[in-house]
């Protein structure tokens, strides 16, 4: 069965204007799917544009990664979150994204994953960057998921009477 955003006013068609919520926001939300039993974990993420995917670091062990290994497809959503407006909507820019999840193992691969991650989500990341030493990237796991999919949807000053 195939699915497309509803409120065609609302929906996001440019691939770009969805990659950029992609490069603005901090965190994505992930589902996973073991043995139909649903799961969900927020991760912080970086997201490398010329290859498509995301990049995140975790513990070495936990549910999430039990879960991706058995089934690495994953569903997520990115959501930039602008609050209510005069007109009493709620304004937000969200993707939807579906991927594969797999872990890195490449310690070049790794680097360039912590520069993406820390240079999106942290506050003077050059310095924090600075400081990691390459035995700690090698201890440190870290994830990509390769983007196969996209959707976008914003709902900002709207007119009203609609929701
Ligand atoms: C904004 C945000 C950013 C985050 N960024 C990262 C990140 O970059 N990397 C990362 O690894 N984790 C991040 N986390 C934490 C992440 O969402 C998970 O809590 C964490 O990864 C542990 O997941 P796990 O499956 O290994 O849990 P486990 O430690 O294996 O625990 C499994 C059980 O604990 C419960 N549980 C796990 N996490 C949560 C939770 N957050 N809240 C309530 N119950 C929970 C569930 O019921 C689950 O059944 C972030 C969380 C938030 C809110």
């Known amino acids: 069965m195939s699915f497309h955003v509803r409120r065609k006013e609302r929906e996001i068609t440019d691939q770009d204007e969805m990659r ?11 589902a996973l799917c073991m043995n139909n039993e ?6 912080n993420h970086g997201y490398d544009q010329t290859k498509n995917c995301l990049y995140f670091h975790c513990a070495p062990e936990g549910k999430k990664l039990v879960y991706a290994q058995a089934n690495p497809n994953v569903w997520g ?7 209510v407006t005069d007109e ?21 691969e790794k680097r ?10 942290a506050l003077n990341p050059e310095s924090k960057l600075a400081k990691i030493k390459p ?6 796991t870290m994830g990509r998921i390769d983007i196969t999919y996209l959707s976008g949807k914003k709902h900002q000053a709207s007119p009203k009477n609609q929701s």
């Open 20 to 30: 950029q919520v992609l490069k603005k926001t901090n965190y994505v939300t992930i």
């Open 38 to 43: 649903p799961y969900l974990v927020a991760l």
């Open 77 to 83: 959503q990115a959501v930039l979150d602008f609050g």
């Open 88 to 108: 009493c909507d709620y304004a937000y820019t969200s993707v939807h994204f579906n991927g594969k999840l797999s872990l890195i193992s490449d310690p070049a």
């Open 112 to 121: 360039h994953a912590l520069e993406i991650l820390v240079r999106q989500v």
């Open 135 to 140: 035995e700690k990237i090698e201890k440190t």
